[in-house]
């Protein structure tokens, strides 16, 4: 059970640190030290998009993809709560005056390039062991984030989208568009991952 709180904690500062920093590269930084620092607990997902990619690969049951998911989720409310309450009104909010399916696209391509290097970096057998899966990891999102932050807040995960939205950064709608580039996403990473990787 250690490692629920894990994933709290982890998604939780995550969350935190990008509404409050306004920064794509303090982030992707807090990711990277997140994810060093928790990953023998619970291996360091943080991201619902995620655990759903190790769940399809085989390495997490379903029963703990959805606990995974849900303390994820749950993290992100919290986060942003605790945002608003240390901001008050001075978070910033984005503004999005797109079509929703241009948001879908950009989150569901970024996300699974999130998803994706999870998998290769942390769960491939060929390089078990390695001392750069967080920088990986963080520098993925880093590219997701910088990408999309003027299209859809460059979420690239269900959890901080719905902080985003819970915080008053994106309108409420985009909480499916976020769940749902989630879904895609860590669903075609997995895929594609067995695909390039069939041996392990």
């Known amino acids: 059970m250690n490692k629920l709180p894990a994933e709290f904690l982890g998604t939780f500062f995550f969350c935190l640190v990008a509404l409050l920093s306004h920064s794509a590269m303090a982030t992707a930084g807090a990711l990277a030290a997140l994810v060093y620092g928790l990953n023998y607990v619970s291996g360091g997902h943080f991201n619902p998009a995620v655990s759903l990619a190790v769940w399809l690969r085989g390495q997490l049951d379903r029963q703990e993809m959805l606990r995974y998911a849900?303390?994820?989720?749950?993290?992100?409310?919290?986060?942003?709560?605790?945002?608003?309450?240390?901001?008050?009104?001075?978070?910033?909010?984005?503004?999005?005056?797109?079509?929703?399916?241009?948001?879908?696209?950009?989150?569901?391509?970024?996300?699974?390039?999130?998803?994706?290097?999870?998998?290769?970096?942390?769960?491939?057998?060929?390089?078990?062991?390695?001392?750069?899966?967080?920088?990986?990891?963080?520098?993925?999102?880093?590219?997701?984030?910088?990408?999309?932050?003027?299209?859809s807040g460059g979420a690239c995960n269900p959890a901080l989208g719905f902080a985003y939205a819970c915080a008053a950064h994106a309108p409420p709608w985009m909480i499916l568009v976020y769940l749902s580039a989630g879904l895609a996403g860590g669903a075609a990473a997995a895929v594609t991952y067995r695909l390039l990787n069939p041996n392990d």
């Open 70 to 151: 849900g303390v994820q989720m749950v993290a992100g409310l919290l986060a942003a709560l605790t945002a608003r309450f240390l901001a008050g009104h001075a978070l910033t909010a984005y503004t999005i005056d797109f079509p929703w399916f241009r948001a879908l696209a950009g989150e569901t391509v970024f996300t699974f390039l999130v998803a994706f290097t999870f998998l290769h970096v942390r769960t491939a057998r060929q390089v078990a062991g390695n001392t750069w899966f967080g920088a990986a990891i963080g520098l993925a999102w880093l590219a997701g984030n910088s990408a999309l932050g003027g299209l």
